[in-house]
C-alpha cells in the first residue's frame, strides 16, 4: 500500500513540475489524457489493440503540424511525424530514453541501447564488416538458405493459407548465425529457443512498458516478468557465450575441427572479426562482444522475417505485381536453376522496388525514441529538456508528401526517382539520421535473394485485407493463414 502511496505522489509532483516550468509553444496534446496517469490508461490492451491506438497517435501528429504530445505518467512524449522535425531530433537528441534501459541486461552496449559514449566508437569498429566487399562473401550463404526455404515450403504447396513467418524465422536464424557467427549448416548451437527466448523478451518488455509502476527498477525487481527474463536471458546467454568460447578456440587451433561447408577463402563471420579487434587492439571484451552479437542476431532475424512476409502477402494480394517480379527474375537468370550472385542480386530493380514499398507500408519498426537531454528547437514547437521523443517511422512513411496514392501499394513509385518526394526523410523504415541501422545493405540483399528463390519457383495466393496488424516492439501480423502457395508451371 506504502508504495502505491508513494508512486502517485511522485507522479503528482512530477506532473505539477512538468506543468509549472517555463517552456516554448507546446505542440496539441492527444485526447483523454487523465491526472497522474497521462494517456498510459489507453495503452492497455492486447497488441492488435495496442497497435490501432499507436496508429491513432501517429496520425493524430500528422493531422496536426506533425508534432504533438503523449503523456505517460508525468513523463512527456513527443511524437514527431514532420521529416524535416525528425532528422533535427534523430541527429540531435543520440541518447535513448529511460525506458530503453529495460533491454538492457539484454543488448547492453549493443548499437541498439548502448549510451552514446559506448555507441560511436563501437559503430565505428564494427562499420567495416557491413561494407559490400564483406556482404559479398556472404551470398552463396543466402542462396543455400534460400534453397532451404524453398524446400521447406514445398511441403505448404496446395493447401490451406499457413503462417509463413514461421518458416522465414527459421530460415533466416541460421542465415544470421552463419553469417554472423560462422556456424556451420547442422550446428544447433543457435536454434528455435534461442528464437523463442528473443521473442518472449519483447513481449515482455511491452509488459513492463505498459505498467507503469514496473518502470521503477526496485518494485520491478520483485516481480515475475524479472524472473521471467532472468530465465530468457539465461537461455540467450549461454547460447552465445558457448558459440564465442569454441570459436574462440578454434581459431587459436585448440580444437580439430573439419568443416563440412566450402566458403569462399573471404568469408569472415562478424564473430570472428570482433575477436580479431579484441586480439589485435583489445577492444572489445566477450561480454561486448556477446552483446554486439545477440543485438545483430536479434535485429536481423526478426525484423527480417517480417518485412519478407509482408512482401510476400503483398505479392501474394497483387497478381500483376508478382507477374512482373517473377518475369523479371527469369530475365535474369533464365531457365537455369542456378543461384544468383551479386550482380544478378543488384538487377533484380523491380523486385528491391517491391521491397521499398513494402517496408514503407508494412515498416517492421514502427517508431524509435530519443531523449531530450537539452532544448530542441524545431520549425514551429520546442521539446523540453527532460523529455522524450519518439520519432514516428509508420508516420513518416505514410506522410502525405508521398502524394494522395500514399496509402496504396505502388512498387512502380520507386523506379523513377523523379516521382519520390524530395524529402529523402519520408522513408526511413532502417531507421533516420547517424543512428541509423548499421545492416541495411545485408537486410537488403538477403530479402532479396529469398524473394527471388520463392518467385521461381511458387505462384502466391493471399489477401493483405484480411490480415490485422499486431504490435510489441515490432509490427506483425497476428493471424497464423497469411499465404497459400501452388507450383509455378513454368
Not at 512482401?311 to 527474375?329: D, H, M, S, W
Not at 494522395?404 to 512498387?411: G, I, R, T
Request: net charge neutral; aromatic share 10%; with cysteine.
Amino acid at each position: 500500500m506504502i508504495f502505491a502511496v508513494l508512486i502517485v505522489l511522485f507522479c503528482a509532483l512530477l506532473a505539477l513540475w512538468n506543468k509549472l516550468k517555463p517552456r516554448g509553444p507546446s505542440p496539441p496534446v492527444y485526447p483523454g489524457a487523465l491526472p497522474i496517469v497521462g494517456h498510459a490508461h489507453q495503452l492497455y490492451g492486447d497488441p492488435i489493440y495496442f497497435w490501432k491506438i499507436q496508429k491513432k497517435m501517429y496520425q493524430f501528429s500528422l493531422d496536426n503540424g506533425g508534432v504533438s504530445e503523449i503523456r505517460f505518467g508525468p513523463h512527456s512524449v513527443y511524437v514527431v511525424t514532420d521529416p524535416d522535425d525528425s532528422l533535427v531530433v534523430a541527429n540531435t537528441c543520440l541518447n535513448k530514453p529511460y525506458y530503453y534501459e529495460f533491454a538492457k541486461e539484454m543488448f547492453n552496449r549493443g548499437l541498439v541501447t548502448a549510451s552514446l559514449t559506448t555507441w560511436k566508437p563501437h559503430r565505428r569498429l564494427l562499420y567495416p564488416a557491413f561494407n559490400m566487399q564483406v556482404l559479398a562473401t556472404f551470398v552463396s550463404e543466402y542462396n543455400t538458405q534460400a534453397r532451404n526455404l524453398v524446400e521447406a515450403l514445398t511441403s505448404e504447396v496446395g493447401k490451406e493459407p499457413f503462417n509463413v513467418r514461421h518458416y522465414l524465422v527459421n530460415q533466416l536464424l541460421k542465415t544470421v548465425c552463419q553469417t554472423s557467427l560462422g556456424l556451420e549448416t547442422k550446428d544447433k548451437s543457435i536454434d528455435e529457443d534461442y528464437a523463442n527466448a528473443t521473442e518472449d523478451l519483447f513481449m515482455l518488455f511491452v509488459e513492463r512498458l505498459k505498467k507503469l509502476y514496473l518502470h521503477l527498477p526496485w518494485i520491478f525487481a520483485w516481480s515475475s516478468l524479472k524472473a521471467r527474463q532472468d530465465q530468457l536471458l539465461k537461455i540467450m546467454n549461454d547460447a552465445m557465450f558457448r558459440v564465442i568460447d569454441r570459436r574462440k578456440a578454434e581459431l587459436k587451433g585448440n580444437v580439430d575441427k573439419t568443416k563440412t561447408d566450402i566458403r569462399d577463402v573471404k568469408f569472415k563471420p562478424l564473430l570472428d572479426q570482433l575477436l580479431e579487434l579484441s586480439d589485435t587492439q583489445d577492444a572489445l571484451s566477450d561480454a561486448e562482444i556477446r552483446e554486439h552479437l545477440d543485438t545483430v542476431v536479434a535485429a536481423a532475424y526478426d525484423t527480417t522475417s517480417i518485412a519478407v512476409t509482408y512482401a510476400l502477402i503483398l505479392l501474394g494480394t497483387y497478381p500483376e505485381v508478382q507477374n512482373r517480379a517473377y518475369k523479371e527474375v527469369q530475365t535474369v537468370l533464365g531457365d537455369e536453376d542456378k543461384d544468383f550472385s551479386k550482380d544478378d542480386l543488384q538487377r533484380l530493380v523491380y523486385l528491391e522496388a517491391v521491397l521499398k514499398e513494402s517496408m514503407r507500408m508494412y515498416p517492421s519498426v514502427p517508431c524509435v525514441a530519443r531523449s531530450i537531454e537539452a532544448d530542441v528547437k524545431l520549425k514551429n514547437y520546442t521539446l523540453p529538456a527532460g523529455a522524450s521523443c519518439m520519432i514516428s517511422i509508420y508516420g513518416l512513411n505514410h506522410h502525405a508528401i508521398w502524394g494522395p496514392d500514399v496509402n496504396q501499394f505502388k512498387p512502380e513509385r520507386w523506379l523513377d526517382p523523379s516521382t519520390l518526394p524530395d524529402n529523402p526523410n519520408v522513408f526511413c523504415s532502417f531507421s533516420i539520421g547517424k543512428r541509423n541501422c548499421l545492416g541495411r545493405l545485408y537486410a537488403m540483399l538477403v530479402m532479396k535473394t529469398m524473394l527471388a528463390h520463392v518467385l521461381r519457383k511458387f505462384l502466391i495466393i493471399s489477401d493483405i485485407n484480411s490480415i490485422t496488424t499486431q504490435y510489441d516492439i515490432l509490427i506483425k501480423p497476428a493471424d497464423d493463414s497469411q499465404i497459400r502457395l501452388e507450383l509455378r508451371s513454368g
